[in-house]
Each structure stands twice: as structure tokens, then as C-alpha cells.
């Protein structure tokens, strides 16, 4: 009667388990259509979401290199939409709907306490890219091999100045195609 009792027990635990994982994958997945559906328009035009610094969860910075001298001349902040981090550590890939929010920023660099410094100054711009491996924009010339790709400008983030993925967006990426054209070995929030 007791190793019933238990294994009855056990039977229940096991079962709350996967109920939990799959209301935790619905939710994900949830979570990224209504974030995509906040950035996209039925047209595929996509403009950068009001509310993704407290929204969304920080993913991580680059620093990039001045062209003279000590420090840097851009800061990129980027973010990743609600359940993106998870679901990538999960299985290794953005599932669809997933948004990515880079912040680029002009910087100034100067001396401090803890050595010669950079930080943001002046937002320059934003770049936003959607997940979308179904290709649900074909006609669109901003989606393409899985994402959908816009850079935005600070003065107006509804409004693109990307023309073509192929020709404003996918030669910085190339170097990350291996890893869904994005640059993952600089977010530790994916590694775990």
C-alpha cells in the first residue's frame, strides 16, 4: 500500500512536470507572436517597439573600437523580446517571433578612476530584427533568410531607411550565418 501511495505520488509529480514545461513553451511562444505583432505591420513594414527597455530583456553590448586612439567610437545595447533568451537556451535557435532590439549609440570617451572610459552619448539609430524561418513577407525586400531586418534613424523609429536586406543589412552578418546571423558568442544571457 505505501510503495503505491508513493509511486501514485511520483505518477502525480511527473505529470504537474510536463504540464508546467508545455504551459511554459505556449507561453513562450505566446509571448514572441505578441511581440512581433507589436513591431511588424500586416505589410511587413517593421518599426522599432515603444516599451522594449523595460519590456524586453537586456541580451549584451559591443564595444566598438575607435578608429584613433584609446576608446570607443559606438556603444550597441541590445535587447531581446520576452521568452527569446529561454527559448534559445533551450534548443540553440530564435524561435519565430522573436525580436531583437540594437541601441547604437555615439560615444564619449574620457579618463576616470578605473582607467580611460567610453560610454553612450548620443543614440545614433536603432537596428530591429524579427524571426521569421516561414517566410511570411516573400514580397518584402526587408525579410529574407529568416528575419526581417530594418535600421531606424533616432529622429523617427516607425520609419525605415533600409531599402534591402541584401544591400543595407546582411554583409554585417555574414561572418554569424552559421549562428542564425547572429553574433551569439557576444551574449552570455544565451549561454547559460
Known sequence: MKTTTILIGLAGLIVTAVVAAEVQDYATAAMSDRSAAAVVDAQGNLRVPEDYRIAYQLLGAWAIAGDQGAGSKELHVVYASPGTIAAYRKDGHFPDGSV?????????????????????????GWFVMVRDSRDTHPGNKLWGDGWGWSWFDAGNPSKTTSTDFKVNCLGCHVPAQATEWIYVNGYPPLKG
Not at 531583437?100 to 548620443?122: C, I, N, W, Y
Open 100 to 124: 531583437l532590439v540594437k541601441e547604437v549609440f555615439a560615444t564619449d570617451t574620457q579618463p576616470m578612476t578605473t582607467g580611460r572610459v567610453s560610454h553612450a552619448q548620443t543614440l545614433k
